[in-house]
């Protein structure tokens, strides 16, 4: 279940901050569960400590990007 297995990566990342396969399964628990920044943060996480690693950046191109901002419309009066 997704609650016990980001509650053991969760400790395994306090044991070992550095081991970029616990980051990795972090970011895969949260897309599961589509908190999508958290997801982005840890897969992150795993390429500083593991830089070019396959896996995270598979994981990391399943997110989706975050939409723009519209543009401004320039015509458009300042709010007060």
Known sequence: NL????F???MLIRLYPKH???????GMVMIARK??????????RALELDP?????LEQLERI???AAPPPSD???????
């Open 52 to 56: 070019g690693n396959s896996a995270a």
């Open 8 to 10: 053991r990566l969760r």
């Open 64 to 66: 989706p990007r975050p």
């Open 3 to 6: 609650d016990d297995a980001e």
């Open 74 to 80: 320039p015509h458009a009066s300042p709010s007060a």
């Open 20 to 26: 970029p396969h616990a980051w990795i399964g972090l």
């Open 35 to 44: 908190n999508l920044k958290e997801a982005r943060r840890a897969l992150r």
